[in-house]
């Protein structure tokens, strides 16, 4: 039978400043089969949006191609209906005039347009808010329009970017239910679904298959086929295995990558902005029990709430700054990472700044040039030029703007915003 979706060695660059190019996607490959849900899991920036805009055919690749039944996709597709994470509702319509708009371009007489439509809404759990206003409706509620309006439309693919990561914790739980009970019980009129996310745990409760996307290009680094039967149970020794997998295979992939960057690049390393608040924080909750200086990141994130793209930079500078190892799922503080955790505040700074000398290449090159100056000052731009020849410009004011909040904590320099300039004053 043929795949709903096939998707071959797709590249999509964007123009950059200088007639130069932004590689986003390379050389990327999936395909989706009738009754699947594949998941997409990567960093924000990967790429995951523009891959779904390539799919519902809203954009046009550089290199590769698109079928979508088979069919070359050359333009927006009727059968590939989209969820987005704000809601894209119209306030001054009510939620079955939205979902209806849906139908809009199927060009249906009246009564069957209200029809699906009300069947839709039903079916998505919101029969009684036909005539409701979005303003009037929580935001659970407001994304099940979203739900319906793209259910609406029959359509074989539906794409969905990132649609509970808007919603609190509880209401996104509810609505992932549903659709997985919906989705089991055949009453979406769907044949397969991509469902990007960066919640490991959304993807292993909710995927037939989860392509694991690297960043900078988007790539698909590899695959897991999630062999459990519906409906997951999150607390299952199984569940559990398959995200240790996950985390697993994500962080060896990235620290292999900071390793490299490491060794190649001393100072043009870009640095994600992790503030020492975050850093510190982590540490005293990793020193703590139960972990007692050591933790399995699933674990640790879930304590901690944080979601994989806020942890992993944390545990990459930690790791960076030699504070923690990170090794296959576990992180473990070091001799120095332990120091710091039972240290007063002054010695915390001391062992920050030692660490910024000797592990953050930039943060010493910053140091050894006010040293060097008469004045001990230099202009932000003395730096942001020489990073700006080695990284995207939003890269390199995040990398500054990163150890300009490291050096400040550790006393190694300052920076006056307002002046836009480094300085050795008032170091201490
Ligand atoms: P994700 O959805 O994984 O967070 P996106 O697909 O939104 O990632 O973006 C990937 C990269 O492509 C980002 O660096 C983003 O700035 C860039 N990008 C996306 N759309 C455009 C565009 N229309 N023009 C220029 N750059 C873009
Ligand atoms: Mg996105």
């Known amino acids: 039978m043929v795949n709903l979706l096939d998707v071959q060695n797709v590249k999509r660059t964007f123009p950059r400043g200088g007639g130069e190019e932004l590689l986003v996607l390379d050389d990327v490959t999936l395909s989706l089969k009738d009754g699947e849900i594949v998941g997409l899991l990567g960093r924000s920036g990967s790429g995951k949006s523009t891959l779904l805009r390539l799919i519902a055919g809203l954009s046009r690749p550089q290199g590769g191609a698109l079928s979508y039944m088979g069919a070359p996709i050359e333009g927006p597709v009727q059968g590939v209906a989209m969820v987005f994470q704000g809601f894209a509702l119209f306030p001054w319509l009510t939620v079955l005039e939205n979902v209806q708009l849906g139908l809009e371009a199927l060009n249906l007489p009246a009564r069957e347009m209200r029809e699906r439509a009300l069947a839709a809404i039903d079916l998505i759990g919101l029969d009684g808010y036909e005539s409701a206003y979005p303003r009037e409706l929580s935001g659970g509620m407001r994304q099940r329009v979203g739900f319906a309006r793209a259910v609406v439309v029959h359509p074989n693919i539906l794409l969905m970017d990132e649609p509970f990561s808007a919603l609190d914790v509880l209401t996104a739980e509810n609505l992932r239910t549903d659709l997985v009970e919906l989705w089991g019980n055949r009453k979406l009129p769907i044949k397969g ?5 960066h919640n490991i745990e959304e993807a292993v409760l909710m995927c037939d298959r989860v392509l694991l996307f690297s960043s900078n290009p988007g790539r698909v680094a590899s695959e897991i086929k999630i062999d459990l039967p519906q409906p997951r149970d999150r607390t299952s020794p199984q569940f559990e295995d398959y995200v240790d997998k996950i985390y697993v295979e994500m962080t060896a992939r990235r620290v292999e990558r900071m390793r490299q960057q490491v060794g190649v690049a001393a100072i043009e390393m870009p640095l994600s902005h992790v503030s020492p608040n975050q850093i510190s924080g982590l540490i ?7 972990y007692n200086g050591k933790a399995d990141l699933p674990d640790i994130a879930y304590e901690q ?5 806020e942890l992993f930079p944390v545990a990459e500078a930690m790791q960076l700054l030699r504070l923690a190892e990170v090794e296959g799922g576990d992180i473990k503080l070091t001799h120095m990472g332990k120091r710091f955790a039972d240290g007063e505040l002054n010695e915390r700074k001391e062992i920050f700044s030692r660490a910024l000398q000797n592990h953050v290449p930039l943060a010493a090159h910053i140091r050894k040039v006010l040293d060097e100056r008469v004045s001990h000052s230099a ?3 003395r730096f942001l030029d020489e990073l700006e020849d080695h990284m995207p410009e939003d890269a390199a004011e995040e990398t500054l703007k990163t150890v300009v909040s490291w050096a400040r904590f550790g006393e190694l320099f300052s920076y006056d915003d307002d002046a836009a300039a480094f300085s050795l004053e008032n170091p201490t």
């Open 379 to 381: 202009p932000k731009t």
């Open 193 to 197: 679904i991509i469902l990007v996310t």
């Open 305 to 309: 709430e944080l979601e994989v793209d």
């Open 284 to 290: 005293e909750a990793l020193s703590a029990a139960p």
